[in-house]
Structure formats: structure tokens, C-alpha cells
């Protein structure tokens, strides 16, 4: 078992930048690739970001490309969700999950209760 609880989410304005973590709990953090998913309002849960065990391969979704950067680490037990030039759309409640792989296909088995991220306009 491993708990997630994630933080860092609020209220900025287009432009700016947040930053999000994950803190694991349970199992060894390094034994599960990590990722982070959001959804918002009247949307499916969508892929944002993933990261492998050990930091050697990440992934993003082509919506975020540029913009956002995920990165871990296991020593604190901790995934990040750099975000920069926010846009209104990246409006969501984010979610970082635990899982064997840290593809948009892979299969995650842990969720973390989501931190609302909201972008004025």
C-alpha cells in the first residue's frame, strides 16, 4: 500500500506558475513509477505527466509540452509538477498516482486525494 497526499494547488493568474507535490507514504517510493493526471469540471481524468522509478524517463501530454515538468525525488519521497504559463484550461482538480509504468497507458494503483488548481483569466 501506498498513500499520496498532494499539495500546492490555488489560484493564479494566466502566466504564472505553481508548483505541485505528492508526498508518499507505505511502500518504498522508488519501487513505483509516478504520474500525475487532472480533471476538470465536465471532463474525463486526463494524462499530464509521468515519471519512471528512478527519474531516467519522463512523459508528457502534448498539452502541456514545454510548459510543465515533473521530477521526483526518492529520497524525500516526494513527485513535483513544475507548472509554468498557466492557462485558464489548465483548470482542474490535480491527482498524482503510483503505478508499475509512467505512461499515459500505464496502469496506476494508488491515487492521491487531488489539489484544485484553478487559472484566472
Known amino acids: 500500500q501506498v498513500q499520496l497526499v498532494e499539495s500546492g494547488g490555488g489560484l493564479v493568474q494566466a502566466g504564472g506558475s505553481l508548483r505541485l507535490s505528492c508526498a508518499a507514504s507505505?511502500?518504498?517510493?522508488?519501487?513505483?513509477?509516478m504520474g500525475w493526471f487532472r480533471q476538470a469540471p465536465g471532463k474525463e481524468r486526463e494524462f499530464v505527466a509521468g515519471i519512471s522509478r528512478y527519474g531516467g524517463s519522463t512523459y508528457n501530454a502534448d498539452s502541456v509540452k514545454g510548459r510543465f515538468t515533473i521530477s521526483r525525488d526518492n529520497a524525500q519521497n516526494t513527485v513535483y509538477l513544475q507548472m509554468s504559463n498557466l492557462k485558464p484550461e489548465d483548470t482542474a482538480v490535480y491527482y498524482c498516482?503510483?503505478?508499475?509504468?509512467?505512461?499515459?497507458?500505464?496502469?496506476?494503483?494508488?491515487w492521491g486525494q487531488g489539489t484544485q488548481v484553478t487559472v484566472s483569466s
Open positions: 498516482a503510483a503505478g508499475l509504468g509512467a505512461t499515459p497507458t500505464s496502469k496506476y494503483d494508488y
Open positions: 507505505g511502500r518504498t517510493f522508488s519501487s513505483y513509477a
